[in-house]
């Protein structure tokens, strides 16, 4: 099992590169099925997630072929079957996003529930109830949704939670139902206007994206595109906390400002420095920080998926921080990693107390999930000493070129497949 072996301490400087969001790759992937021609995607990072979605529409029978990789072309007009298996949806539970487009595209999805992961158990109800809105017939059998709609329907659902999958999910079947479709308390991410923007390129009638309520008027095709997504904000966040514990001056270049406002501004209050230009940040590197409150909430709020990427800043902190996770049930996972390399952190449900120590120490961790490895990354590049992380493939999911991108910035990182390292 690959390990990457970190010697902490290193100061960080120079220029990163931000690649194309993951979770807005994939649900571009998933839309590409609905249009009648070849659909180019722009600049794909060779991320395994990405890999994942495109090896599932290949299943389908439609025509992919990776240029240079960065850019990939799907031709859906060659797709036939209608199948996401199991042993594709378990490794990602976002492929399930398949099933609005299968349907409004094909009629008919076998699609295998997605079960949970180590976060929560990440049900699936809002995405069914608001396709049945939509006039599909819903079934399930040995842990398939067996999903029939001769033609989508127009209809009115209300969400009782912004979920992003489902709001992604109803976004597409909709856009080639009958009728018009009011979505209320939809997600309002940054990767749904981009879905948004992708679908209205292709000929779809939606307005009111980025907003709690989309209207989308159904049309009958929609045609091919090309299209570059927008940039990963998730991993623009993550190296400019790196850059404000390791650096000296790092900058964090292909970035939108807009879609981090509440991240920023939470780092300004920990008393990170930065400057942010319109496509870019530098930031400058600091030995001690401000505690800082926050809660993980839905879009335009603290993304949960950089609460454990904070946290790491927090407890080099001066003082006491609370941090509430508010989005999923079981995402601190790496709080028992930390404690492990020296963090003073009390979890109570979903409330994490940090209390800020002098230093990390370096020691063997285990990777849990993609966004605690990000963390656990984080601490060792500034934990004294050596630190080994164990099972990194959660990391090679979604953050492209990770290991050359922090060596470029003057990490000592290495991978190694040894089995067993010793300290
Ligand atoms: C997306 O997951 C992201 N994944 C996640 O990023 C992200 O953490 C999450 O949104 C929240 O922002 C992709 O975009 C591929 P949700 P998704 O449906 O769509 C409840 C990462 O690290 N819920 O908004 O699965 C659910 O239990 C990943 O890149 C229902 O109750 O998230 C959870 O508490 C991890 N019923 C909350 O909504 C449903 O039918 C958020 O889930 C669906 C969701």
């Known amino acids: 099992m690959k390990k990457l072996i970190v010697k902490g301490g290193r100061t960080l400087k120079g ?3 931000v690649s194309s969001s993951k979770n807005s790759i994939l649900p571009l992937l998933a839309a590409s099925l609905l249009s009648n021609g070849e659909v180019t995607l722009e600049a794909l990072p060779a991320i395994r997630d990405v890999s994942t979605m495109i090896e599932l529409l290949r299943r389908f ?21 209608v199948e996401a298996p199991y042993e594709i949806i378990k490794t990602m539970r976002a492929s399930f996003i398949v099933l609005g487009p299968l349907l409004a595209k094909m009629g008919r999805a076998r699609v295998s529930m997605p079960g949970g992961c180590a976060i929560g158990n990440r049900p699936i109800d809002l995405h069914l109830e608001g396709l049945k809105k939509l006039g599909a017939c819903i079934d399930i059998e040995e842990g398939y949704i067996l999903a029939k709609a001769s033609r989508l329907r127009g209809n009115k659902i209300s969400l009782n939670f912004p979920s992003v999958g489902a709001t992604e999910n109803l976004m ?8 018009e479709t009011v979505i209320e308390n939809a997600a309002r991410e940054p990767e749904i206007v981009d879905l948004a923007d992708f679908l209205r390129k292709m000929g779809a009638d939606i307005h009111g994206d980025g907003s709690d309520t989309l209207h989308i008027i159904g049309v009958d095709e929609l045609k091919p595109v090309v299209f570059r997504p927008i940039p990963d ?8 906390i790196a850059g404000a514990m390791a ?12 879609h981090l406002e509440i991240v920023l501004s939470k780092l300004r209050t920990a008393g990170v420095q930065m400057e942010v230009f319109d496509n870019r940040c530098i930031v400058k590197g600091c030995k001690r920080f401000n505690a800082v409150d926050f809660k993980s909430t839905p879009y335009p709020g603290f993304p949960t998926d950089l ?6 800043l927090l407890c080099l902190a001066e003082g006491q921080s609370v941090v509430r996770e508010e989005i999923f049930e079981n995402r601190f996972m790496h709080v028992a990693e930390l404690k492990r390399m020296g963090a003073d952190i009390e979890i109570k449900n979903r409330k994490a107390v940090i209390r800020g120590v002098k230093k990390l120490k370096g020691a063997p961790v285990m990777v849990s999930d993609l966004r605690a490895g990000a963390a656990l990354l984080l601490a060792a590049l500034v934990a004294e000493g050596q630190t080994v992380l164990n099972r990194i493939y959660h990391l090679e999911r979604g953050y492209d070129n990770f290991v050359d991108k922090f060596i470029g910035l003057g990490a000592d990182l290495k991978l190694s497949n040894e089995e067993s390292l010793k300290k």
């Not at 990939?72 to 007009?77: F, G, L, R």
């Not at 904000?233 to 400019?240: D, K, L």
């Not at 650096?247 to 807009?258: C, F, L």
Request: proline share 3%; charged share 20%.
């Open 15 to 17: 220029t990163v590169t």
């Open 233 to 240: 904000r998730i991993e623009a966040a993550t190296y400019i």
């Open 61 to 81: 029978g439609a025509k992919i072929t990776n240029e240079k990789y960065s850019t990939v072309k799907i031709d859906p007009t060659t797709a036939m079957f």
């Open 307 to 312: 609460q454990a990427q904070m946290m790491i």
């Open 247 to 258: 650096g000296d001056t790092v900058e964090v270049k292909n970035i939108v400002p807009d």
């Open 172 to 179: 597409m079947a909709a856009s080639m139902a009958t009728g």
